[in-house]
Structures are given as structure tokens and as C-alpha cells.
């Protein structure tokens, strides 16, 4: 059984103000295996966020299911919800989400607190966490004090401090500058090989570049997908470059 299973999906958004329809979603399938690095592409409007949102049960398709470790999203209710995400799915974003207010190190044990669990256990978590993600020494500080690249490790070290399934990113290198993408890439990278399961919205090829495996989304549908496999990250990134290429065209013909 496959970590994530993504069934039939389909999302329709319906105006009541101008009785219009949007599919956002038509027909989506694929699964994603525990411990797999995958990125998905598209365009702009191809319906990445409305996907990332239903994966990450923020919002529920209009048909279709989604499967995490066999579990039905849709089934799961109210309170429960908010308990569920916090405790199996990891989220990053691509403007970090850190409250202003409150230290780094209170950001990243944040899902802790909403959990209600002892100080002891959350710094036991959290002290090799910051080491692996290089902020022990910026956890004092608050947000507006530290570097884009250091917030975004914060807000890894908030995503994973407690041990999600699966790590959800949009585009978590968007607001960064290349050398901190570069870091985080190679974050992603390292917790990946020791098991994390990522799945990272991104319109960046050398983002993807990163990844396992690349699916493409074009007008609501899986339109494509590749392997890295033994390539290099500069070998995939050419692949990536030519099948987005491959797509335009496809899209001018159309
Ligand atoms: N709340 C909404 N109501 C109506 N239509 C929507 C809504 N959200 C998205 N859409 C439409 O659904 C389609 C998919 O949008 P979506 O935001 O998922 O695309 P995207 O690939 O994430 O785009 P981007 O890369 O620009 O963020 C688009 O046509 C968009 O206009």
C-alpha cells in the first residue's frame, strides 16, 4: 500500500454570483510511496494549490479520494481534523508563516504546544532537530531577526517536529535567494535520504531538479511524469526543462 493515494480526483468551483463552473481538478491519480522525494509542476492555474489544499485537507474535492496510510481524508471530521494535520502531515510555505511574536524556538515547538506536550519532551525533540537544521544558535532570536533562509529552516524545523508522514511544501524556495534555496534543497535532500517523505509544489526546475520523481499538471490532469533515478540533479534538470518545453508546445497546438 502506497503512503499517499490519490484516487479519481476532482474539484469543481462553482461561482453562485455568476452561475460559473471552473474544473480545477479532472480525473487526478497517483500515489506516493513512503520515503519518496516527489515534486509536482504546472503552469499557473494548472491547479497545484487546489491540489496541495485537498492533500492537505484544507479543502475536499468534489469527487474522488485521498488516501493517507489507507485512512480516508474525507472521513475524518471536526475536531479531529486539526489534531490529524498537525500530527501526520508537515507543512511548508513558501512566506515561512512564523508568528512575529513569538521566538524561533517557540514557532518551531508550536505544534507541540497545541498538542499539550511537557517542555521536557518538546526540547528533547527539538535540540537535535535544530542541530540537523543548523538553528540552534537562532532560537532565541525572533523571526525579523534571522535571514529568509534561516526562517525557512525554522519553519522545517516546525513542520517536522513532529515526525509527519509526510511533508507538504509550496514552493518553499519562492521567496528565497539562490543560495538559500540551495540550502534548503540540500535539507530537503538529507532528511529525505534518512526517510521523510516530501511532495513539494514548485515552479522552479532546479527545485524539482532535487526530487525523486517530477509529476507534471496541466489544465487539472496529471499530464506527465519522470524519474530521476542514477541521474544527476543537472542531468534531471535537463529532462525537466525539455518536457516543460514539451508541454507548451503541446498547449500552442491545442
Ligand atoms: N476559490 C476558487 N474559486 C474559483 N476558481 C478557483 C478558485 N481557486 C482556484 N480557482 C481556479 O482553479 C484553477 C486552478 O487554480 P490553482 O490555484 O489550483 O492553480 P495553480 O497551479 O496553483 O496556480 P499558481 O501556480 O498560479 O498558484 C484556476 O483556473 C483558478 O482560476
Do not use: C, W
Not at 98 to 120: G, H, I, Q, R, S
Not at 222 to 249: A, N, P
Request: charged share 25%; hydrophobic share 40%.
Amino acid at each position: 500500500m502506497a503512503l499517499l493515494e490519490v484516487r479519481d480526483l476532482k474539484k469543481i468551483y462553482s461561482s453562485r454570483f455568476s452561475g460559473t463552473q471552473v474544473q480545477a481538478l479532472d480525473n487526478v491519480n497517483f500515489d506516493v510511496q513512503e520515503g519518496e522525494f516527489v515534486a509536482i509542476m504546472g503552469e499557473s492555474g494548472s491547479g497545484k494549490t487546489t491540489l496541495l489544499n485537498i492533500l492537505a485537507a484544507l479543502d475536499r474535492p468534489t469527487a474522488g479520494k485521498v488516501l493517507l496510510n489507507g485512512r480516508d481524508l474525507a472521513k475524518i471530521r471536526g475536531k479531529e481534523l486539526a489534531a490529524f494535520r498537525r500530527s501526520h502531515l508537515g507543512f511548508v510555505f513558501q512566506d515561512f508563516n512564523l508568528l512575529d511574536t513569538f521566538t524561533n524556538k517557540d514557532n518551531a515547538l508550536l505544534p507541540l504546544v497545541l498538542a499539550k506536550e511537557k517542555y521536557p519532551v518538546m526540547m528533547k525533540k527539538l535540540t537535535p532537530l535544530a542541530e540537523t537544521l543548523g538553528i540552534s544558535s537562532i532560537l532565541k532570536k525572533y523571526p525579523y531577526e534571522v535571514s529568509g533562509g534561516q526562517k525557512q529552516r525554522v519553519s522545517i524545523a516546525r513542520a517536522l517536529i513532529t515526525n509527519p508522514e509526510i511533508l507538504l511544501a509550496d514552493e518553499p524556495t519562492g521567496a528565497l535567494d539562490s543560495r538559500s534555496s540551495e540550502d534548503v534543497l540540500n535539507l530537503f535532500t538529507r532528511i529525505n535520504q534518512e526517510g521523510q517523505t516530501i511532495l513539494m509544489v514548485t515552479h522552479s526546475m532546479k527545485a524539482a531538479s532535487y526530487a525523486g520523481r517530477v509529476l507534471f499538471i496541466k489544465d487539472g490532469r496529471v499530464f506527465h511524469q519522470i524519474y530521476k533515478g542514477d541521474r544527476s540533479s543537472s542531468e534531471f534538470y535537463e529532462d525537466i526543462s525539455r518536457t516543460l518545453t514539451m508541454m507548451s508546445r503541446k498547449g500552442e497546438r491545442a
